[in-house]
């Protein structure tokens, strides 16, 4: 286990395709350097927003080299390991602890539904590796949701186990409720949904925000003005950045890698906003919409 202080901004690139859909791993680098020149605390890949369900092992072995040859250990590293088997995620688990990498995240296999099944997964997965593991407690269709009571018992009990990735349907409840039964044993809780709940969320004493990085300069003044509220009052100016990303996070929530592939094509980052199949296409009029969203963006961050 290390002793990195998991908090902030962990930023998450796509996956950029070339036009034959092999992986556009010069587009990738820029994505990472754009990362750290826009000073991310950390990165995640490859997890949905990376398209990892259409990648093969190859393919993330690949990205995951990627990023360590690029950030050079000037972040910290996670790397998403979710698979449909615990044979898998532990085999994807290793090989990223074998890169240097500091800890990896998954979600338990979807089909998995009891206390037990929950708890011997993560259980597996402290036995078989020794970097930091953290859950990513999601929703259908992306994954199951770990009841509270089971996600208290699983990072109370089961070594390394001390990172929770929370957002399921009642995420910001679930940071309250984890926070006051977990203690010391939870070492960082963050929100997903790119922020969009980060205000109650880090009210509640969330450690950070885990979004798409494709406009990580505003995420980057929210945090920063979020982490000088007073206790128990959440700086009034971290409430008004937030309002001005609202929009941009709700069209985020209509087309999810679409819409983040887009921004990041759009600014530049990467060279073709080209998906896998299957997703969802933006239409002539989602286009004219999110390039006014990308337009008031660059007027108030970039």
């Given at each position: 286990?290390?002793?990195?202080?998991?908090?902030?901004?962990?930023?998450?690139?796509?996956?950029?395709?070339?036009?034959?859909?092999?992986?556009?791993?010069?587009?990738?680098?820029?994505?990472?350097?754009?990362?750290?020149?826009?000073?991310?605390?950390?990165?995640?890949?490859?997890?949905?927003?990376?398209?990892?369900s259409?990648?093969?092992?190859?393919?993330?072995?690949?990205?995951?080299?990627?990023?360590i040859?690029v950030?050079?250990?000037?972040?910290?590293?996670?790397?998403?390991?979710t698979?449909?088997s615990?044979?898998?995620?532990?085999?994807?688990s290793?090989?990223?602890?074998?890169?240097?990498?500091?800890?990896?995240?998954?979600?338990?296999?979807?089909?998995?539904?009891?206390?037990?099944?929950?708890?011997?997964?993560?259980?597996?997965?402290?036995?078989?590796?020794?970097?930091?593991?953290?859950?990513?407690?999601?929703k259908?269709?992306?994954?199951?949701?770990?009841?509270?009571?089971?996600?208290?018992?699983?990072?109370?009990?089961?070594?390394?186990?001390?990172?929770?990735?929370?957002?399921?349907?009642?995420?910001?409840?679930?940071?309250?409720?984890?926070?006051?039964?977990?203690?010391?044993?939870?070492?960082?809780?963050?929100?997903?949904?790119?922020?969009?709940?980060?205000?109650?969320?880090?009210?509640?004493?969330?450690?950070?925000?885990?979004?798409?990085?494709?406009m990580?300069?505003?995420?980057?003044?929210?945090?920063?003005?979020?982490?000088?509220?007073?206790?128990?009052?959440?700086?009034?100016?971290?409430?008004?950045?937030?309002?001005?990303?609202?929009?941009?996070?709700?069209?985020?929530?209509?087309?999810?890698?679409?819409?983040?592939?887009?921004?990041?094509?759009k600014?530049?980052?990467?060279?073709?906003?080209?998906?896998?199949?299957?997703?969802?296409?933006?239409?002539?009029?989602?286009?004219?919409?999110?390039?006014?969203?990308?337009?008031?963006?660059?007027?108030?961050?970039?």
């Open positions: 286990m290390t002793s990195i202080n998991y908090s902030g901004i962990y930023s998450i690139p796509v996956t950029p395709f070339n036009e034959d859909k092999s992986i556009d791993f010069k587009s990738l680098r820029n994505s990472i350097e754009y990362f750290i020149d826009k000073k991310t605390d950390g990165i995640l890949l490859p997890v949905n927003v990376s398209e990892a259409k990648l093969s092992d190859t393919e993330k072995n690949q990205i995951l080299e990627e990023a040859k950030t050079e250990g000037k972040i910290p590293i996670i790397a998403g390991v698979s449909s615990t044979e898998h995620v532990l085999e994807r290793k090989f990223a602890e074998q890169l240097g990498i500091s800890s990896i995240m998954a979600m338990p296999p979807m089909g998995y539904a009891s206390e037990k099944d929950f708890y011997k997964f993560y259980e597996e997965l402290s036995n078989g590796i020794k970097c930091d593991i953290w859950i990513q407690n999601n259908l269709p992306a994954g199951p949701t770990v009841p509270n009571n089971i996600l208290i018992k699983i990072i109370n009990e089961i070594d390394n186990v001390s990172f929770l990735k929370e957002e399921s349907v009642n995420s910001s409840q679930v940071h309250t409720i984890i926070k006051n039964n977990c203690k010391e044993n939870l070492k960082s809780i963050m929100g997903g949904a790119g922020g969009r709940f980060i205000i109650d969320e880090y009210r509640r004493g969330s450690n950070g925000i885990m979004p798409s990085g494709h990580l300069e505003a995420h980057r003044v929210l945090w920063d003005s979020l982490i000088l509220s007073k206790e128990n009052e959440v700086n009034t100016d971290a409430i008004e950045i937030w309002n001005k990303m609202l929009e941009a996070l709700n069209f985020e929530f209509m087309y999810s890698v679409s819409a983040y592939k887009y921004f990041f094509w600014r530049g980052i990467i060279r073709t906003n080209i998906s896998r199949e299957p997703f969802k296409k933006l239409d002539d009029f989602d286009m004219i919409e999110a390039d006014r969203i990308l337009d008031r963006l660059e007027h108030n961050f970039f």
